[in-house]
DNA sequence: GGCCTTTAGTCCATAATCTGTACATAATCC
DNA sequence: GGATTATGTACAGATTATGGACTAAAGGCC
């Protein structure tokens, strides 16, 4: 077990460098006198961390706030989005996708490159995903922004910087280092798919989200983190027994959730979703029929997550959120049904707010959240 | 979202007492030369700080530990267990419970009163464990330990002081307050078990506790503490769906894990595990039936649950412990086959070493790791 | 318009805490 | 018994936050 360090004077600077920057960006522009007041920190020291922040570039003074009535206006202390910026990369079964977000969550730039990933060659996509990263920084820079961290969205499980296994892209144990040349982070699509949503979507603090991929996978957000569980496999959604002699499954087992609402059964036949969305808007009773299968399967599946995860809210996304209006009844209904006496009210059953690219904004977001909670650490101060 | 409140002079000073503290408790005794080289800080702030601790008795100088091979030895400084004690309360089905722990985490005292708590009243139930607790601090006091705060574990879900909801013992939404005259809190029976697992059972810091009792729940620990989820309602495994359309449960659902391997449906007609043990041990083939469809049931729970929460063992205590040899074979087969291709290996399921204790030592246990988590707030250093 | 009140932000002397070097202490090695 | 090595303490110095005094800038009141 590792000891925790003991608090000297330069970390005890760098800590309330973070708690002033973090009020600022939880609770919107202040004043120095504000900052002081929420962080019970005194004025002289608010405005001594401020001064060293605006140096940084990570905060402006933003012109006069009328704060009361009367006395002195104040200046508020906004986030800069002019200066500093980071990098989010996905590696998905059809795609790679890039975009760089500034400070304040604001997306700058965004770019996507349709691909047909599903057992590739590593070293290749990787060299690929390198000119995309490259070609991305250099127009932020261009831009005015300075990109100071990547992180990467893959479809599989991540261990450090290794990508241990990804099923539907063939892969096993990749090792992802030198991609760029910034302090750099892999993780799952779903992990970072859930923190976009927190980020990007304005939810609340608390919610599973549910990742409707060729996978299905799921990311548990409480009080504003991810819960990871112990090796960082946690939410496997897609493997929870739903029908326990069902029929077999990649993984091993037998009547899992990807087994009936996975995009490969939900499609069939059909070469993308938006030909299921129009027969199922068509009325086409297989299809129909197809999807409420699916919905009372993603029902049992989520039942069990509520028992065991007590999640806030549940948020459907990617392929299922397009799926919405016809998964929406028979989930709630099950849902209902089974919590019936265990809760007031089984949890808010909601659709994504920012579809296919949740993942790839997650990844951008997590350095941001990273210069937010170490800004000391990560920008030299 | 609370905003974190700035570093001050005395907040570092009462983190850094916390630090010393807290590796003092992880790795066992330690000269001040140690301590300094763990906590990073220098060798005389550890030794004013180690000063503090002694002056509040929470530590003590345990003779003199030759180091290396050469130089002069250190005085050893180990957590004290003659001064500060903890009390833990247990309210069960069957029985009232007490016990009185010192710092080191060793059992000072304990009481157990059987009674049949099923729809009891609860302000008669509340008086008599007032009494049971009055009693036990009060012996505590005679042999010099001056208890300094309680926790209560009960069958039921928690909020803040209240205890929300306890079907087997008939209550909802009874407030539990002014029971003993000190810092105090409740939990749930399964949440304070899995951290009874963690500090008394010499447990690695990562596992899921299951608790069978006439209810089967499960608290998951990561990195040495509990996770919760949203409401504090995580870890009912006892009604993760194992057949969709399985017998109704009381909550609702159908097919949960309680109604194939809750205590009720164990035991039958039988009045004690102990009678189900015997029978086992004799061959009774209705026993042994029930005994491996309650194992294969709970294979297929703790799928899901491995899928979701991805704990790092699976420990199974209450009435599951002493049915352990015949739930083993069933329970390993499950998760093994079922998890096959997702993981090298299933987690390792074991048995809990320390019974029926585990909640009430779990509740002292919580109010230990609250002195070591904040010695200056709760000692007033 | 002038004065009072109120609030924001800065200045500077002071206080709290940790650091780092020096030193006394106590053991082993040879 | 002297050299070496390590522990623990003392004291001056460094870092950071505090708190009261002060300047700045607005509205209220007459």
């Known amino acids: 077990m590792v000891t925790s360090r003991g608090v000297r004077h330069d970390s005890m600077r760098a800590r309330n460098l973070a708690v002033v920057l973090g009020a600022i960006h939880r609770s919107g522009p202040h004043t120095r006198a504000a900052l002081a007041e929420l962080t019970g920190l005194t004025k002289t020291t608010v405005s001594s961390l401020v001064a060293d922040l605006l140096e940084a570039g990570v905060v402006t003074e933003r012109g006069v706030v009328r704060g009361g009535e009367r006395g002195r206006p104040g200046v508020a202390v906004s986030l800069s989005g002019h200066r500093v910026a980071t990098l989010g990369l996905e590696i998905n079964v059809d795609y790679l996708a890039a975009c760089v977000v500034d400070l304040t969550r604001t997306v700058r730039l965004r770019r996507t490159r349709p691909a047909d990933n599903r057992n590739s060659d590593p070293a290749h996509l990787l060299q690929e995903l390198r000119g995309l990263a490259k070609e991305t920084i250099d127009d932020a820079g261009a831009a005015g922004l300075r990109v100071i961290g990547a992180a990467l969205a893959v479809p599989g499980t991540v261990e450090g910087e290794t990508l241990r296994s990804a099923p539907h892209l063939g892969w096993r144990d990749i090792r992802v280092a030198g991609l760029v040349d910034l302090p750099f982070a892999i993780d799952n699509e779903a992990n970072l798919a859930a923190l976009g949503e927190l980020w990007f979507g304005a939810r609340e603090t608390d919610f599973l989200y549910v990742s409707g991929e060729i996978g299905v996978g799921a990311g548990l957000v409480v009080a504003g983190s991810l819960f990871r569980g112990t090796f960082g496999l ?28 996975g995009q490969d059964t939900l499609l069939g036949a059909l070469d993308s979703v938006s030909a299921l969305v129009s027969r199922l808007e068509s009325g086409d009773p297989r299809a129909l029929e ?78 941001i959240q990273r210069i937010i909670a170490e800004p000391a650490e990560v920008l030299g101060l």
């Not at 897609?238 to 899992?256: E, I, K, L, T, Y």
């Not at 409420?292 to 399967?297: E, I, K, Q, T, V």
């Open 234 to 261: 946690a939410g496997e959604l897609g493997h929870v027994v739903v029908v326990p002699d069902g029929p077999a499954c990649r993984c091993g087992g037998r009547g899992c959730l990807e087994v009936y609402a």
């Open 290 to 367: 197809t999807c409420a299968r699916a919905g009372h399967a993603l029902g049992v599946a989520l039942t069990s997550a509520v028992h065991l995860l007590d999640p806030g809210m549940i948020v459907l996304g990617g392929v299922f959120a397009p799926l919405f209006p016809w998964l929406e009844g028979p989930v709630a209904d099950g849902l209902g049904a089974r919590l019936a006496h265990m809760r007031d009210s089984p949890p808010a059953l909601v659709v994504s707010k920012i579809g296919p690219d949740a993942a790839v904004l997650g990844a951008a977001g997590m350095i």
